[in-house]
């Protein structure tokens, strides 16, 4: 009888102690809270285009065996966020195959 009592007092702490912790407040700083988000416009101008273009084409066309590993780095890190700029500015939608499938065979079903 006391280990039956004693279990149903940890199960009590245990099951009530998830509770307490679900409602803490939230840990972001009220100056994070204010903040409104602005949405801004991500399309690149043709200029803008052209010229990260033409540094790409300067980065492929550089002799990079005479390059040490810290620049070579760099030179990757420089070339995705180009890569990064330029999809964030393509507005390109992605569908999968089987939602390809799939709205496919909505389309055959419904006309």
Do not use: C, H, Q, Y
Not at 6 to 20: E, H
Not at 27 to 43: G, L
């Amino acid at each position: 009888m006391k280990k039956v009592i004693f279990f149903v007092i940890v199960m009590i702490f245990t099951l009530s102690s998830a509770m307490v912790f679900a409602g803490t407040k939230d840990v972001k700083p009220e100056a994070d809270k204010s903040a409104v988000p602005v949405k801004t416009e991500n399309k690149l101008s043709e200029e803008e285009i052209s010229r990260l273009t033409k540094r790409v084409e300067e980065i492929r066309n550089m002799d990079k065996s005479e390059l040490n590993a810290k620049d070579r780095k760099e030179l990757r890190k420089e070339l995705k966020e180009i890569k990064e700029n330029v999809k964030k500015s393509g507005g390109t939608v992605v569908i999968s195959g089987l939602a390809l499938v799939l709205i496919i065979i909505l389309v055959i079903l419904l006309v």
